[in-house]
């Protein structure tokens, strides 16, 4: 059935159906049990069809209404995310849970005002915050008045390296270009250099995302200040030669806050296999964030409750709703990180449920072969997650393509941790494409959500069929897992640990 496929190229539906058909019947038959046990395929599992996109709906119009009543926003430290957590912790013991909170301490980096920039030499010009240039995020603080220093500017990977920075006189303002190592690397080794600030300027290129100041992070804080600039900016600097000097200011801060995750386990099935599934709770403080991540929140919740009705499942599976994953993906790293060796193991794998309503819209599967290039290597068994999910949508008919590990999300410190992972997105600021208008409709040449961190991303502009069939290969994913994880991590569970046949290309416990 499901050989490798070119990236992108969606899979024709046709082919599976016919072969699964031969197959399940027979199993499917011979069985004749009610809601356990589940295989591989879409039609032998039963969460799908207690997971409606109604009762989805049903919770995001009430977190809608939770952040419209708690200053438009369900961000870190508000109270929208407080009461969003009850609202979850409720509707979870509702369900029989007994939810637990994970509560953690990190440090935020806030930036009290905007930050300058300017050029004093060769000539006076003043450059605006935001469309010249922005403060990276954990930047370091203070005022810097110094010549420029272009630091192989030519090159994307400009700063990548120490050596790089020969030549380069100390106390230096680095200017770098954006490329092929991340923020973090080029400021470290401009810090190492001696510079007094940085500046890294977009790489250039055809489209926006290529050419703006785009919004960056070092993701640890640096002593020095760090800004990103557009294209035009950062080249103009270079141009204005040996005689540029710069002035610019930052007034950032490192606090210390806490904020918490709110995690429920199904207290049946084996411990030490556990499947975690995870959505973060908290939006932007921008908005209401209704599909960043309302939606991926409404389905996680819904196939708990759902799932607390199906019949002993062999394996443990854990909700997760993560805090400050807008804030670095903070609430699951300090998750991850907080296991014992030994709790890591015992988790399985981890499904993570991202953005899924997105009005414009595609059926997004994570590359757990990592076949596209801007993936993290994915542990094994990845693989066998992103099959899954893809086979459930040739059963449906329906077209999926699979969408980078970009890091972007909570997925990012359990695949550190060597944990499978997988899950589903329906598309953030990429951009569609003609094609993918014929696979899924909508809009050529628009973002998959136009609204992606803007107050627009509320309960009016999110796409019910996308919710509807990506919750879908959510509910089949975590009962399908829930009774066997086999094809992820070779561990097969049942009850009394009785050994099951493989039959066919149906691997039932
Ligand atoms: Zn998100």
Redesign the pocket.
Known sequence: MSSAHPEGTPRRAHTARRRLLAGGTTVVAVLGLGLTPASAHADTTQLPSLVTADNIRGHMENLQTIADYNGGNRAHGTPGYDVAANYVVDQLKRAGYEPQTHTYEFDRWLENSDPALAQAAPEQREFAHEDDFRTMTYSGAGEVTAPGGPVNPDSGASGCSADDFSGFSEGAVAIMRRGTCSFEEKATHAVEAGASAAIVFNQGGDTEEETEAFQGTVSNPVDIPVLSASTAVGEDLVDAGEELELQLSVDSEIATESSYNILADSGSGKEDNTVVVGA?LD??PEGA?IN??GS?TAAVLEAAKQFAKLDDPNNQVRFAFWGT??EGLVGSTQYVEGLSEEERDDIALYLNF??IGSPNYGRFVYDGRGELEGSIPPPSGSAAIQQLFEEYFEDQGLVSEPTEFSG???YAAFMDAGIASGGLFSG?DGTKSEEQVEYYGGTAGEPFDPNYHTPEDDIDNINWSSVEELSGGIAHAVETYAYSTLPVNGVLRGSGDAAFDRQADLWLR
Do not use: L
């Open positions: 973060h939006s932007v964030g960043d991540n991926g994953e807008e991202d953005m972007r999300s909570d953030g």
